[in-house]
């Protein structure tokens, strides 16, 4: 099994940066498969980054792209994720997720508003 908590959610201005961090309860090492997904109001959850063992593979939704950066720190058992240049749709609950041995592991969620 893996927990997975997340922090560094609130509320910033259109324009500022927040860096969400996923704290695992194992070595993530283990884990080739890690990523950051979030659910708008009324919408479906949504890839925003993903992440793999080795660190030097990512892949990121459009709206990601140039924005965000997805790093891990398996040293310290935690992914990050920098996002930059926020807009008032980029609010949401952020979820950290990891693909582990066949399961799908979430964590509780962070919440990231952007104001206008």
């Known amino acids: 099994q893996v927990q997975l908590v997340e922090c560094g959610g609130g509320l910033v201005q259109t324009g500022g940066s927040l860096r969400l961090s996923c704290a695992a309860s194992?070595?993530?090492?283990?884990?080739?498969?890690m990523g950051w997904y979030r659910q708008a109001p009324g919408k479906q959850r949504e890839l925003v980054a993903r992440?793999?063992?080795?660190?030097?593979?990512?892949n990121y939704a459009d709206s990601a792209k140039g924005r965000f950066t997805i790093s891990r720190d398996n040293a310290k058992n935690t992914v990050y994720l920098q996002m930059n240049s926020l807009k008032p749709e980029d609010t949401a609950v952020y979820y950290c997720?990891?693909?582990?041995?066949?399961?799908?592991?979430w964590g509780q969620g962070t919440q990231v508003t952007v104001s206008s």
């Open positions: 997720n990891a693909q582990y041995y066949g399961y799908s592991y």
């Open positions: 194992r070595s993530i090492t283990s884990i080739n498969d």
């Open positions: 992440i793999f063992s080795s660190g030097e593979r990512t």
